[in-house]
Each structure stands twice: as structure tokens, then as C-alpha cells.
């Protein structure tokens, strides 16, 4: 079902979007599609400026809400939302308006995409440039996902997982820890990771901030600095399962303690 409404906004790039747009009438496209997925099927998005939001669930299916956002009909029908959909995989390619070289010209075009899939798939991509990236709910094989600049966010994604951010915020929240064997692997390049994990949580923890500094709410042992870089390096708790390698080229990684 597609549907074009007008609604005035002050502006619909929140301070995380690379390129904040002026305050104006915005434009709005919703788009919304539903596609069968084998619940250990594969699932890859290529996205445009705007937010992301995945949300593991118990269906064997995929459900997309996308909101395309521009100031001028041209711009919003120029990002274009292409969906290859097989059983076993789906995958969403979005292009964007054409680039304008005048400096005053129009350049509005984001996309909001609200998706659900089976929380046992496998994310093999995702791609955002600028904005809000978050996953939720994950059980599958692995999470693949990178932002260009932003904030990217999973959440009780008990799944191997490989994220990367260019330039914003980084963060990793468990609410619980489930007895299952899994990896994270998070890369920040400009900017801080937040990790929050229970209070009994067990787990392998190996930080290094190269210009920055590592700090541990589980960690007995002093954190180790090698010039401008600091490091932990341990296991917490008994037998642990979960393996967690934590990088930060230019910024601060802590990891935070949640007592309910």
C-alpha cells in the first residue's frame, strides 16, 4: 500500500544525520510489503540516509514499513525501494535522488525503515551512510551491519555478531545472557562504545581504545595503557561462552554493569 502525505515538521534529520536538512513541509511516501522468509533464511539491506530499526520475531516472514521523506515530489520519487524476495533470502536495495552539484539546491531524500523478520535468521548485510541503526531480538547464525555516521545499537541479539561505525556512538545492551556459544565483534572508528551487560554475565572481554581509554565494571584488574592506548583483556565469570573483541580507533569503550 503506498500513500502520500503531507506533514510539517521542524526538520526530519534528528543531529545524528550527517546533512541536517531546513525547517520546510516535508513530504512523506509510506510504503509497506510483506514477503515470506524461511526462518533460517538470509535477510541484507542496503539503506540510504534515515533510520533503521530491525526487530527479531517469532514469523516466518519479513514485514517492511519504509517511509520515504523529501521537501519536493521530484526528490521523493526519486528514491527508489527494490525488494528481492525468495524463500530463503530477502534482500532490499534503496537508491537515492540524484545528487545536485548547485550548493543551494534541493538535497532532502531519506528513507525510516521499521522491519520485522524470524529472530533465527541471518543478517548478512546491512548498510546505513548516516543515521540510526538498531537491531533487536536476533537468534540467527550472524549480524553483519555497518553505519557511516551515527549511532548503531543491538539488543539482545545473542548471535555472532560484526558491526562497524565510521564516526558516532556504539552500543551493545543485554538485558539477560543466554547459554549459547556466540562472538562480537565491534569496530568504532571516531567515537564511544557502550557495552551493558547483567551482573552475572559471563563472558571473554578484549577492549583496546588506541587513543582512548577502556573501562570495566566487571574488572578487577587495572587497565593497561601503551602510550596513548588502553586495553583489557580477561575472563569474567566461570566457563564463559561469550566472546566479546571491542576496538575504538579514536574514543572511549566502557562496559557497563546492569543490576536489576
Known sequence: ?????????????????????????????????????????????????????????????????????????ERLNAIAIRVDARQDAVNIETTPPPALRHPFSDRSGTVEYTINIPQTARIARVELPNGELAIDGMRGASIAANLGRGQLGTH?????????????????????????????????????????????????????????????????????????ASEINEVIGDAPMTNLRFHASEGNIHISEVIW
Do not use: Y
Not at 534528528?14 to 524461511?38: M, Q, T
Not at 556504539?170 to 567515537?191: H, K, P
Open 156 to 228: 539482545n541479539c545473542f548471535c555472532d555478531q560484526n558491526i562497524h561505525v565510521n564516526k558516532g556512538a556504539l552500543n551493545v545492551f543485554f538485558d539477560w545472557m543466554e547459554e549459547r556459544s556466540f562472538s562480537i565483534e565491534a569496530e568504532i572508528e571516531d567515537g564511544n562504545m557502550l557495552a551493558r551487560l547483567p551482573t552475572d554475565a559471563a563472558f571473554h572481554l578484549h577492549a583496546v581504545a588506541k587513543q582512548g581509554h577502556v573501562s570495566s565494571d566487571f574488572s578487577p584488574m587495572e587497565t593497561r595503557k601503551r602510550g596513548d
Open 1 to 73: 500500500m503506498n500513500k502520500i502525505v503531507l506533514t510539517v515538521a521542524i526538520a526530519f534529520f534528528n543531529s545524528l544525520v550527517a546533512k541536517s536538512l531546513p525547517a520546510g513541509e516535508v513530504l512523506e511516501d509510506v510504503v509497506e510489503r510483506r514477503f515470506p522468509l524461511d526462518p533460517s533464511g538470509t535477510f541484507s539491506l542496503r539503506a540510504i540516509d534515515g533510520t533503521v530499526e530491525i526487530f527479531g520475531t517469532d514469523s516466518r516472514e519479513v514485514t517492511i514499513v519504509a517511509t520515504k521523506k523529501a521537501f519536493s515530489v
